[in-house]
């Protein structure tokens, strides 16, 4: 090998830099814009399943709330808020999403069931 050869060619690729963490730099990805097409009628069935499926699972996880702190029902109702809550932040930070606005309804419609039926228990005590 002389001096003027040029260098052999390289038998891996170069490493790619490491993305480093960036704290300005949003958790989700951006959203991309809702497309012009209306929903299909399978995919408006699925929505609503969907809806209905977490307000079950909703109940569910409330209800063993309420068994979990019987002597506070209040602290169960503030715990089921701040779920719901939680979930309307995700939802605003990710952008418009037809799934998780399904699921954010059925959980909701499950705290406002929730909370009616712990008013109406709390008044008769």
């Known amino acids: 090998m002389t001096e003027n ?3 052999p060619p390289p038998d891996e690729p170069e490493p790619r830099p490491r993305s480093e963490f960036d ?14 097409e209306p929903a299909g009628c399978g995919a408006v069935i699925g929505r609503v399943l969907l809806g209905t499926v977490s307000f ?3 109940m569910v996880v409330f209800m063993s709330i309420v068994a979990t702190a019987s002597s506070q029902p209040w602290i169960s109702v503030v715990i089921a808020g701040a779920l719901v809550a939680g979930l309307f932040v995700i939802r605003k930070r990710s952008g418009p999403s037809p799934l998780l606005g399904a ?4 959980v909701t419609v499950a705290f406002v069931v929730f909370g009616g039926c712990m008013l109406l228990l ?3 005590k």
């Open 5 to 7: 050869s040029p260098p």
């Open 23 to 36: 704290p300005r730099r949003p958790m989700f990805r951006p959203s991309e814009p809702p497309s012009d």
């Open 56 to 58: 079950v699972i909703s």
């Open 103 to 106: 699921v954010v309804v059925g």
């Open 122 to 124: 709390s008044s008769f």
